[in-house]
């Protein structure tokens, strides 16, 4: 088999110029158009780079932030409600209506706690103490005196107490 003889013919030398010298022409087309790509696409993965940087930094800030933020809160929390329970009811044989309103008197005693933050309440546990505990209740024809047996503090003031009968 042999070779056509196109080199004879300059028409075909010049189709097969043209082709060479185009394809070269082509091959640094393409090489510019793709290095002006992977130009701009390396600049966007960079300053995406810099804005996920950014945007973690400020999120560290921000969770550093909402922790202190909370552990202020939780520092200033309030006494929502008062709880108050008498352990030995049943000893002095006293009906519910009566022990409801002793417990009642003993919360308008100390009402003045409440939506007050607990680190107030607890630096004055030993005045709620002593307003309970001086406090002489007349409850039918009988007069009692309480004790303060558990104190707990926390969003509910949480007070159980003993009677006894007073001399």
Request: net charge positive; hydrophobic share 35%.
């Given at each position: 088999?042999?070779?056509?003889?196109?080199?004879?013919?300059p028409?075909?030398?010049?189709?097969?110029?043209?082709?060479?010298?185009?394809?070269?022409?082509?091959w640094f087309i393409?090489?510019y158009i793709f290095?002006?790509?992977?130009?701009d696409?390396?600049?966007?993965?960079?300053t995406?780079q810099?804005q996920?940087?950014?945007?973690?930094k400020?999120?560290?800030?921000?969770?550093?932030?909402?922790?202190?933020?909370?552990?202020e809160?939780r520092?200033?929390?309030?006494?929502q409600s008062?709880y108050?329970?008498?352990?030995?009811?049943?000893?002095?044989?006293?009906?519910?209506?009566?022990?409801f309103?002793?417990?009642?008197?003993?919360?308008?005693?100390?009402?003045?706690?409440?939506?007050?933050?607990?680190?107030t309440v607890?630096?004055?546990?030993?005045?709620?103490?002593?307003?309970?505990?001086?406090?002489t209740?007349?409850?039918?024809?009988?007069r009692?005196n309480?004790?303060?047996?558990?104190?707990?503090?926390?969003?509910?003031?949480?007070?159980?107490?003993?009677?006894?009968?007073?001399n």
């Amino acid at each position: 088999m042999r070779i056509p003889p196109y080199y004879r013919k300059p028409t075909w030398q010049h189709f097969f110029a043209g082709m060479a010298i185009g394809g070269i022409i082509c091959w640094f087309i393409f090489l510019y158009i793709f290095g002006e790509w992977q130009e701009d696409y390396s600049k966007q993965i960079k300053t995406q780079q810099s804005q996920i940087m950014d945007l973690k930094k400020e999120k560290t800030i921000w969770q550093d932030e909402f922790k202190k933020l909370n552990k202020e809160s939780r520092d200033k929390l309030t006494v929502q409600s008062i709880y108050i329970k008498i352990t030995n009811k049943e000893k002095y044989h006293l009906d519910s209506l009566s022990v409801f309103e002793m417990e009642d008197k003993v919360k308008e005693d100390i009402g003045m706690m409440m939506a007050k933050d607990i680190d107030t309440v607890n630096n004055s546990r030993e005045l709620i103490k002593k307003i309970i505990e001086n406090r002489t209740i007349q409850m039918n024809d009988k007069r009692y005196n309480l004790k303060v047996t558990e104190m707990t503090i926390y969003t509910t003031l949480s007070i159980e107490i003993e009677i006894s009968i007073a001399n």
